[in-house]
């Protein structure tokens, strides 16, 4: 089955607790994407990834890291949590120049 | 830059109503534009798009037409369901989708009462 992976799905951390957010596509898409949806802002993008390698900032980049490393996995790291990175967080894929995108489930992160 | 602005909610309609969620774009180029919905506590789905002026999108009872002239891309659906309710998105790809990016609007939830 075609599907977009996210891990964890919920997690409850502290400030300045690294953590990781792990994303895996099994369709063989180049592009991957990661955003941040808040109540009243809709989904706003965080980072992009061409494809291996190549990745770029979305709109709202600051606090985050990515990596593509491999063509299936699209990492978000958050190196020093804080609370307004507390939201809803979605992965999605697609062909590269190509629509629409798959999006996984969602990761719901809060940040005490 | 690139946005879509599509109208405040929340939107309570009861069962067989019929559905209009205004959405309207600006862009530079020609872009495709879309409908996602996403159903309680899942991700995203695409629901229907359109590549071009004047293409009507359409998927399980729900329409859209790509109107250039108004920028707008108006999701509609002429009997509503319990089984409607989630939050629309309505979406543009820059450039006719030669890139990958969408840009969002902030949402409308639709409530559907019995």
């Known amino acids: 089955e075609a599907q977009v992976t996210q891990n964890p799905r919920y997690l409850i951390t502290v400030t300045g607790k690294k953590l990781t957010v792990t994303c895996s596509q099994n369709?063989?898409?180049?592009?991957m994407s990661w955003y941040r949806q808040d109540p009243g802002l809709g989904l706003r993008q965080i980072y992009y990834s061409m494809n291996v390698e190549v990745t770029d900032k979305g709109d709202v980049p600051e606090g985050y890291k990515v990596s593509r490393k491999e063509k299936r996995n699209f990492p978000l790291i958050l190196e020093s949590p804080s609370p307004n990175q507390t939201s809803l967080y979605f992965c999605?894929?697609?062909?590269?120049?190509?629509?629409?995108?798959?999006f996984g489930d969602g990761t719901r992160l809060s940040i005490l | 830059g690139d946005s879509v602005t599509q109208m405040e909610g929340p939107v309570t309609l009861s069962e067989e109503a019929f559905l209009t969620i205004n959405c309207t774009y600006t862009?530079?180029?020609?872009?495709?534009l879309f409908w996602y919905v996403q159903y309680p506590g899942e991700g995203l789905q695409l629901l229907l798009k359109a590549t071009k002026a004047d293409d009507k999108g359409s998927n399980k009872g729900f329409e859209a037409t790509y109107r250039k002239e108004t920028t707008s891309f108006h999701l509609e659906k002429g009997s509503v369901q319990v089984s409607d309710s989630a939050v629309y998105f309505c979406a543009l790809s820059p450039g006719g989708g030669s890139q990958g990016n969408l840009i969002f609007g902030k949402g409308t939830k639709l409530s559907v009462k019995p």
């Open positions: 369709m063989n898409h180049e592009y």
């Open positions: 999605a894929s697609s062909l590269w120049g190509k629509q629409p995108q798959h």
């Open positions: 862009a530079t180029g020609y872009p495709s």
